[in-house]
Protein backbone atom coordinates (compact mmCIF):
# COMPACT_ATOMS: atom_id res chain seq x y z
CA UNK A 1 0.00 0.00 0.00
CA UNK A 2 0.84 3.50 -0.39
CA UNK A 3 0.62 6.62 1.76
CA UNK A 4 -2.16 9.05 0.98
CA UNK A 5 -1.28 11.64 3.58
CA UNK A 6 -1.86 11.97 7.11
CA UNK A 7 -6.10 11.80 6.71
CA UNK A 8 -5.76 8.66 5.17
CA UNK A 9 -6.99 5.79 7.89
CA UNK A 10 -5.28 2.62 6.73
CA UNK A 11 -7.73 -0.58 6.78
CA UNK A 12 -6.79 -4.48 8.07
CA UNK A 13 -6.57 -5.73 4.42
CA UNK A 14 -3.62 -3.58 3.25
CA UNK A 15 -1.20 -5.33 5.99
CA UNK A 16 0.69 -8.52 3.32
CA UNK A 17 2.60 -10.59 6.36
CA UNK A 18 5.78 -11.67 5.51
CA UNK A 19 6.07 -15.45 5.38
CA UNK A 20 7.86 -17.15 8.80
CA UNK A 21 10.82 -18.57 7.08
CA UNK A 22 11.34 -22.42 8.41
CA UNK A 23 12.21 -22.18 12.06
CA UNK A 24 11.67 -18.79 12.78
CA UNK A 25 9.10 -15.94 12.93
CA UNK A 26 9.62 -13.01 10.33
CA UNK A 27 9.30 -9.43 11.87
CA UNK A 28 7.27 -7.78 9.56
CA UNK A 29 10.12 -5.84 8.74
CA UNK A 30 12.14 -7.19 6.22
CA UNK A 31 15.39 -5.13 6.87
CA UNK A 32 15.15 -6.43 10.33
CA UNK A 33 14.94 -9.87 9.17
CA UNK A 34 17.86 -10.08 7.10
CA UNK A 35 19.77 -8.89 10.00
CA UNK A 36 18.41 -11.43 12.37
CA UNK A 37 19.19 -14.09 9.39
CA UNK A 38 15.50 -14.68 8.67
CA UNK A 39 14.02 -13.36 11.54
CA UNK A 40 13.33 -14.27 15.43
CA UNK A 41 13.79 -18.21 16.49
CA UNK A 42 10.90 -19.94 17.33
CA UNK A 43 11.09 -20.38 21.45
CA UNK A 44 13.09 -17.43 21.69
CA UNK A 45 13.37 -14.51 23.53
CA UNK A 46 14.15 -10.93 21.82
CA UNK A 47 14.96 -8.23 24.07
CA UNK A 48 14.54 -4.48 23.36
CA UNK A 49 16.67 -2.17 25.92
CA UNK A 50 14.71 1.15 26.22
CA UNK A 51 16.63 4.71 26.35
CA UNK A 52 14.97 7.33 28.59
CA UNK A 53 14.12 8.70 25.57
CA UNK A 54 12.10 6.03 23.56
CA UNK A 55 8.55 6.69 23.79
CA UNK A 56 5.26 4.04 22.82
CA UNK A 57 5.04 5.96 19.38
CA UNK A 58 8.33 4.68 18.96
CA UNK A 59 7.66 0.97 20.02
CA UNK A 60 4.45 1.19 17.90
CA UNK A 61 6.70 2.17 15.06
CA UNK A 62 8.61 -0.34 15.29
CA UNK A 63 7.34 -3.06 16.98
CA UNK A 64 3.32 -2.89 15.12
CA UNK A 65 4.88 -4.68 11.80
CA UNK A 66 5.75 -8.13 14.39
CA UNK A 67 2.25 -7.51 16.22
CA UNK A 68 0.38 -7.57 12.46
CA UNK A 69 2.36 -10.18 11.35
CA UNK A 70 1.18 -12.59 13.96
CA UNK A 71 -2.28 -11.24 14.12
CA UNK A 72 -2.46 -11.45 10.49
CA UNK A 73 -1.37 -15.22 10.43
CA UNK A 74 -4.34 -16.42 13.14
CA UNK A 75 -1.96 -16.17 15.62
CA UNK A 76 -2.40 -14.35 19.11
CA UNK A 77 -0.70 -11.74 21.20
CA UNK A 78 -0.27 -11.93 25.24
CA UNK A 79 0.56 -9.01 26.57
CA UNK A 80 2.02 -7.32 30.04
CA UNK A 81 2.11 -3.31 28.51
CA UNK A 82 4.52 -0.73 29.81
CA UNK A 83 2.56 1.60 32.84
CA UNK A 84 2.30 4.30 30.77
CA UNK A 85 0.07 2.58 27.95
CA UNK A 86 -3.13 1.08 28.70
CA UNK A 87 -5.21 -1.77 27.43
CA UNK A 88 -7.68 0.91 25.75
CA UNK A 89 -5.24 2.86 24.41
CA UNK A 90 -3.34 0.17 22.74
CA UNK A 91 -6.03 -1.48 21.11
CA UNK A 92 -7.17 2.17 19.59
CA UNK A 93 -3.92 2.53 18.24
CA UNK A 94 -3.84 -1.04 16.60
CA UNK A 95 -7.14 -1.53 15.34
CA UNK A 96 -5.88 1.09 12.70
CA UNK A 97 -4.41 -2.28 10.50
CA UNK A 98 -6.34 -4.63 12.14
CA UNK A 99 -9.97 -5.33 12.59
CA UNK A 100 -11.45 -4.94 16.30
CA UNK A 101 -12.80 -8.10 15.70
CA UNK A 102 -9.62 -9.61 15.05
CA UNK A 103 -8.07 -7.77 18.26
CA UNK A 104 -10.81 -8.94 20.50
CA UNK A 105 -10.45 -12.82 19.55
CA UNK A 106 -6.44 -12.63 19.40
CA UNK A 107 -5.24 -10.31 21.65
CA UNK A 108 -5.12 -10.05 25.75
CA UNK A 109 -3.70 -7.75 27.86
CA UNK A 110 -2.59 -8.80 31.67
CA UNK A 111 -3.79 -6.27 33.83
CA UNK A 112 -2.50 -5.75 37.50
CA UNK A 113 -4.36 -2.61 38.68
CA UNK A 114 -7.93 -2.92 37.47
CA UNK A 115 -7.98 -0.76 34.46
CA UNK A 116 -10.28 -1.50 31.89
CA UNK A 117 -11.99 -4.15 33.38
CA UNK A 118 -14.73 -5.95 31.53
CA UNK A 119 -13.26 -5.18 28.31
CA UNK A 120 -12.85 -8.61 26.32
CA UNK A 121 -9.29 -8.12 25.79
CA UNK A 122 -8.43 -7.25 29.29
CA UNK A 123 -7.25 -10.28 31.76
CA UNK A 124 -7.74 -8.81 35.46
CA UNK A 125 -5.07 -9.99 37.47
CA UNK A 126 -5.52 -7.87 40.32
CA UNK A 127 -5.40 -10.34 43.60
CA UNK A 128 -5.89 -7.87 46.14
CA UNK A 129 -8.64 -6.27 48.13
CA UNK A 130 -8.71 -3.52 50.08
CA UNK A 131 -4.93 -3.39 50.01
CA UNK A 132 -4.81 -6.95 51.14
CA UNK A 133 -4.07 -10.17 49.08
CA UNK A 134 -7.33 -11.89 48.45
CA UNK A 135 -7.04 -15.83 47.54
CA UNK A 136 -10.68 -15.85 45.76
CA UNK A 137 -9.21 -13.06 43.45
CA UNK A 138 -5.67 -15.13 42.84
CA UNK A 139 -8.32 -18.00 42.33
CA UNK A 140 -9.86 -16.39 39.82
CA UNK A 141 -6.57 -14.68 38.40
CA UNK A 142 -5.11 -17.96 37.61
CA UNK A 143 -8.15 -18.91 35.66
CA UNK A 144 -7.95 -15.79 33.89
CA UNK A 145 -4.58 -16.59 32.75
CA UNK A 146 -5.51 -20.00 31.27
CA UNK A 147 -8.49 -18.57 29.22
CA UNK A 148 -6.35 -15.95 28.22
CA UNK A 149 -3.87 -18.74 26.41
CA UNK A 150 -6.34 -20.46 25.55
CA UNK A 151 -7.85 -17.76 23.17
CA UNK A 152 -4.69 -16.40 22.00
CA UNK A 153 -4.21 -19.97 20.75
CA UNK A 154 -7.39 -20.18 18.89
CA UNK A 155 -9.29 -23.73 18.40
CA UNK A 156 -5.65 -25.04 16.69
CA UNK A 157 -3.63 -24.19 19.38
CA UNK A 158 -1.12 -22.33 17.21
CA UNK A 159 1.78 -20.13 18.60
CA UNK A 160 1.32 -17.05 19.81
CA UNK A 161 3.85 -13.60 20.85
CA UNK A 162 4.15 -12.78 24.71
CA UNK A 163 4.92 -9.43 25.25
CA UNK A 164 6.23 -8.64 28.76
CA UNK A 165 7.30 -4.69 29.88
CA UNK A 166 9.43 -5.83 32.55
CA UNK A 167 8.93 -2.65 34.64
CA UNK A 168 5.23 -3.97 35.93
CA UNK A 169 7.18 -7.11 37.47
CA UNK A 170 10.45 -5.27 38.69
CA UNK A 171 7.56 -3.10 40.45
CA UNK A 172 5.16 -5.28 41.69
CA UNK A 173 7.66 -8.03 43.13
CA UNK A 174 11.30 -6.60 42.97
CA UNK A 175 14.37 -7.35 41.28
CA UNK A 176 15.02 -11.01 42.10
CA UNK A 177 11.32 -12.17 42.57
CA UNK A 178 10.92 -10.79 39.02
CA UNK A 179 13.34 -12.63 37.31
CA UNK A 180 12.63 -15.73 39.18
CA UNK A 181 8.53 -15.19 37.38
CA UNK A 182 10.15 -14.46 34.27
CA UNK A 183 12.56 -17.39 34.04
CA UNK A 184 9.84 -20.00 34.63
CA UNK A 185 7.73 -18.05 31.76
CA UNK A 186 10.51 -18.21 29.18
CA UNK A 187 10.97 -21.95 30.00
CA UNK A 188 7.22 -22.61 29.58
CA UNK A 189 7.47 -20.40 25.69
CA UNK A 190 10.51 -22.18 24.77
CA UNK A 191 8.47 -25.24 25.12
CA UNK A 192 5.59 -24.20 23.32
CA UNK A 193 7.53 -22.51 20.56
CA UNK A 194 6.37 -19.25 21.20
CA UNK A 195 8.06 -15.93 20.77
CA UNK A 196 8.57 -13.72 23.78
CA UNK A 197 9.43 -10.26 23.26
CA UNK A 198 10.77 -7.91 26.75
CA UNK A 199 10.85 -4.69 26.95
CA UNK A 200 13.63 -3.58 29.09
CA UNK A 201 12.99 0.41 30.34
CA UNK A 202 16.09 1.99 32.33
CA UNK A 203 17.00 1.27 36.19
CA UNK A 204 15.20 -1.91 36.27
CA UNK A 205 16.52 -4.37 39.09
CA UNK A 206 15.59 -7.41 37.33
CA UNK A 207 17.89 -5.70 34.03
CA UNK A 208 21.20 -8.41 35.07
CA UNK A 209 18.71 -11.69 34.97
CA UNK A 210 16.98 -10.87 32.56
CA UNK A 211 19.27 -10.11 29.98
CA UNK A 212 21.12 -13.70 30.60
CA UNK A 213 17.13 -15.24 29.61
CA UNK A 214 17.86 -13.47 26.41
CA UNK A 215 18.05 -15.04 22.84
CA UNK A 216 18.57 -12.04 20.69
CA UNK A 217 18.98 -8.24 22.42
CA UNK A 218 18.76 -4.87 21.11
CA UNK A 219 19.02 -0.85 22.18
CA UNK A 220 17.15 1.56 21.34
CA UNK A 221 17.32 4.97 21.61
CA UNK A 222 15.96 8.20 20.04
CA UNK A 223 17.91 10.97 18.59
CA UNK A 224 17.51 13.79 16.71
CA UNK A 225 17.23 11.74 13.17
CA UNK A 226 14.65 9.59 14.48
CA UNK A 227 14.45 6.21 16.16
CA UNK A 228 17.81 4.33 16.75
CA UNK A 229 18.05 0.32 16.96
CA UNK A 230 21.63 -1.14 17.62
CA UNK A 231 21.93 -4.56 17.75
CA UNK A 232 23.92 -6.45 20.68
CA UNK A 233 23.30 -10.04 20.08
CA UNK A 234 23.65 -10.84 16.48
CA UNK A 235 25.59 -7.52 16.79
CA UNK A 236 25.06 -4.46 13.96
CA UNK A 237 25.48 -0.73 13.78
CA UNK A 238 22.79 1.36 14.60
CA UNK A 239 19.89 1.52 11.91
CA UNK A 240 16.73 4.78 12.18
CA UNK A 241 13.53 2.85 11.72
CA UNK A 242 11.86 4.90 9.08
CA UNK A 243 8.39 4.23 7.77
CA UNK A 244 8.56 2.55 4.26
CA UNK A 245 7.73 5.19 1.65
CA UNK A 246 6.37 2.65 -0.41
CA UNK A 247 4.84 0.65 1.43
CA UNK A 248 3.17 3.29 4.01
CA UNK A 249 2.10 3.03 7.59
CA UNK A 250 2.84 0.82 9.18
CA UNK A 251 5.45 -1.07 7.34
CA UNK A 252 8.90 0.01 8.30
CA UNK A 253 12.32 0.64 6.68
CA UNK A 254 16.19 0.54 8.31
CA UNK A 255 18.14 3.35 6.77
CA UNK A 256 21.75 3.02 8.05
CA UNK A 257 22.42 5.98 10.92
CA UNK A 258 24.48 8.66 9.26
CA UNK A 259 27.82 9.45 10.83
Known sequence: MRATGNSARPTATEWHPIPDP?????????????LLGGGFKRGSMAL????????????????????????????GILSIL?????????????????????????VRICDYVGEDEGAPFVVSLK??????PDPKKRKLAATQVVAAEKAVQGSRGK?????????????????????????????RARQRDNLVIGLLGPGLSCAAGV???????????????G??????????PGFVVTGDTVGGAPHVAFVPRPD
Open 22 to 34: EGRYSSGIADFDR
Open 48 to 75: FGLDATVGLDDLDLLLFPTYLNFLYRSR
Open 82 to 106: PSRDSPHEFRSRLTRYVTRRRFDTR
Open 127 to 132: TEYGGK
Open 159 to 187: TFLELCAFEVFDTLLGGEKATQAFFYGVK
Open 211 to 225: RRMADTEFELRREDV
Open 227 to 236: LIVRGVRPSF
